[in-house]
C-alpha cells in the first residue's frame, strides 16, 4: 500500500508542477507477480492459513514448527 501511495502523491505532484495535463494510470499486476511481504505470509501462516505456494519448502517446515506450538 505504501507503494502506491508515494505514487499517487508523485502523480498529483506532477500534475501540479506541469502546465500541461498529465495523466496518470495505475496497474495492478497479475496476483503471482505481485509482492508478497513475510509479515502478511506469518500472518497467514499462524492463522492456520496455507502459505505452501508463497515459500520454499524449508521456510514452511519452520512455519508450520513454529505455528503449531503457538510461538
Known sequence: ???FEYE???AAMNRRLTRE???TLF???A????FVSSS???????????VA???PSPVL????????RGE
Not at 31 to 34: K, N, S
Not at 40 to 50: H, P, S
Open 1 to 3: 500500500m505504501s507503494d
Open 8 to 10: 499517487f502523491q508523485l
Open 21 to 23: 495535463k498529465i495523466e
Open 27 to 29: 496497474l495492478t499486476p
Open 31 to 34: 496476483e503471482q507477480y505481485a
Open 40 to 50: 502478511m505470509i506469518k500472518e497467514v501462516a499462524r492463522l492456520g492459513g496455507d
Open 53 to 55: 505456494e508463497f515459500v
Open 61 to 68: 517446515k519452520r512455519l508450520l514448527e513454529l505455528y503449531r
